[in-house]
């Protein structure tokens, strides 16, 4: 695949500029045949068909946020069935210096800034596995949360690669947020009402990888109790 990195983005954190880098899906590949006069047999050559700036991968800033609702401003991959943003790089205008946020392969599907915390952060939304197997890394997959600092240094995983990260809960009051996530408990490489809930807490002044708040006991002996009513 080729590497497509995506135009420059402003977000509003001192002189840091961030780019998308990854790949498309299907890139469209085009054949053209041109005969030579100078060789007996025609020459072939293969170009890539050039994609609008709407479809080459870049982050859509949203006024309005799609996935983390609590958030002033979210940043989206609005072409992910299309596009895979495998990494972010930072670049500071004022040192010439750049770096990525990640040492390893991810997908990020969006991210958003939250200044409200006393401690900031920016909370993004990751693939690692293609829980459906359609060859595709978006959002029909098990979403994973991480977060960085500002400046996407620390970027740290809060939930597990086999489970959908899909709302959190904030309390000013303790610096916390309860993560609420899917299980697909019936195995069917699908997210949906039917599965099981879980919750996990993390301390924003200390981001680390969410505490369940409710024991596998107590979630089995609720099992157990329920199935008497049935």
């Known amino acids: 695949m080729a590497l497509v990195i995506g135009n420059p983005v402003e977000y509003g954190i001192h002189d840091l500029l961030i780019f998308p880098i990854g790949a498309n899906y299907n890139p469209k590949i085009e054949e053209h045949t041109e005969t030579a006069e100078a060789f007996d047999s025609d020459k072939k050559y293969y170009s890539v068909q050039t994609l609008s700036d709407n479809n080459v991968g870049s982050f859509k800033v949203n006024e309005t946020s799609q996935w983390d609702y609590k958030a002033k401003k979210e940043y989206v991959n609005q072409n992910e069935e299309d596009f895979d943003i495998r990494n972010i790089l930072f670049y500071d205008k004022k040192s010439g210096g750049s770096y990525t946020l990640s040492v390893d392969t991810l997908h990020v599907l969006s991210f958003a800034i939250h200044n409200e915390f006393k401690h900031p952060l920016i909370f993004y939304r990751v693939v690692k596995m293609d829980i459906n197997k359609d060859k595709k890394y978006n959002s029909q997959d098990a979403v994973m949360l991480y977060v960085s600092e500002l400046d996407g240094k620390k970027f740290v995983q809060i939930t597990p690669p086999d489970e959908?990260?899909?709302?959190?809960?904030?309390?000013?009051?303790?610096?916390?947020?309860?993560?609420?996530?899917?299980?697909?408990?019936?195995?069917?490489?699908?997210?949906?009402?039917?599965?099981?809930?879980?919750?996990?807490?993390?301390?924003?002044?200390?981001p680390a990888f969410g505490r369940e708040i409710f024991t596998q006991s107590l979630k089995d002996s609720l099992k157990r109790e329920m199935s008497i009513f049935k």
């Open 164 to 206: 959908q990260f899909f709302d959190y809960f904030y309390y000013p009051e303790t610096q916390s947020i309860l993560i609420k996530t899917t299980v697909d408990i019936d195995k069917n490489s699908k997210f949906t009402e039917l599965d099981e809930t879980n919750f996990r807490e993390m301390r924003l002044a200390a």
